[in-house]
């Protein structure tokens, strides 16, 4: 596949390259790909082989040029992701195994396209991490969202603290963290954990519609716009500012921007093509 929308042999091959458990959907539809943990019997606990499969659809996702947008979702209407299967845990023989192990919070954050977890549910510690580790979060209204390891004797390790720290504030994400006590979607939108909160079967078609739009603009630059806020969030302000400058130096050197800039002055939609 190059910049037109992808064949369904195309997928079928994608499938295949990636060998997909039944457990970790992929699907692609224009330039937008979801992937769907499909473990809904078990909330959609994820294990070590579906650990391994979201890191061979990220490796996809970001080796494909016709993908532009990706899609995080669960199946069912109980669950998002309730994180790591508690059961499979006793599988890794000494505690620096699992701190080693293939972790598929790490993965998403290794998407270099932008993402967006379409949240259905539960998104209970690793879940909600995973969820976390993606660009733009949208509830359904039945969601909940919980950071629970320290009811178990541990607390997170996939980035939780970071990331609510930054999304609702110290003093929010220490009561979540300390208490391990889920709270409702509308909680989480008044906090800022999520961006919208919809209709439980509106939540899928959503995602896609925003990841559409996503999709629809310059490749180079929505990437490039990704690199930049994860920096601004890591780099004193000053230097998050000349990075800024330097990202957007390169887009502008780009032929998508000036087809941006001739398609502005001939009043017609822009074509990008990833150049």
């Not at 109980?78 to 790591?84: N, P």
């Not at 599988?91 to 993965?107: G, L």
């Not at 716009?225 to 957007?248: C, G, S």
């Not at 050197?253 to 990833?274: L, S």
């Amino acid at each position: 596949m190059t910049g037109g929308i992808p064949s369904k042999h195309s997928i079928l091959q994608t499938l295949q390259e990636l060998e997909m458990t039944e457990e970790i959907g992929f699907t692609i539809e224009g330039f937008v790909a979801t992937i769907t943990l499909n473990r809904p019997a078990k909330l959609n606990a994820v294990t070590p082989e579906m650990a391994s499969a979201l890191v061979a659809a990220v490796k996809r996702c970001n080796e494909d040029d016709a993908i532009r947008c990706v899609v995080l979702t669960g199946a069912g209407p109980k669950s998002f992701s309730c994180g790591s299967d508690i059961r499979e845990l006793d599988r890794y023989d000494t505690a620096w195994n699992f701190r080693n192990r293939e972790d598929y919070c790490d993965a998403i954050r290794n998407l270099r396209k932008p993402s967006i977890a379409a949240v259905n549910g539960y998104a209970f510690g690793g879940g909600l991490e995973t969820a976390m580790s993606c660009d733009i979060r949208i509830a359904s209204d039945n969601a909940q969202f919980g950071a629970p390891e320290i009811k178990l004797g541990w607390i997170g390790g996939g980035g939780v603290a970071a990331f609510l720290s930054h999304s609702i504030g110290s003093s929010n994400a220490a009561m979540m963290i300390l208490t391990g006590d889920p709270i409702d979607a509308a909680k989480a939108l008044a906090w800022g954990l999520v961006s919208e909160v919809v209709p439980q079967d509106a939540l899928l078609a959503r995602a896609q519609e925003l990841a559409a739009i996503i999709a629809s603009r310059a490749p180079v630059a929505a990437e490039t716009a990704k690199m930049n806020l994860a920096a601004a969030h890591a780099l004193p302000i000053t230097q998050a500012i000349a990075y800024e400058r330097d990202l957007q130096t390169i887009c502008f050197a780009t032929e998508d921007a000036t087809e941006g800039r001739a398609a502005f002055k001939e009043k017609r939609p822009p074509v990008f093509r990833r150049k």
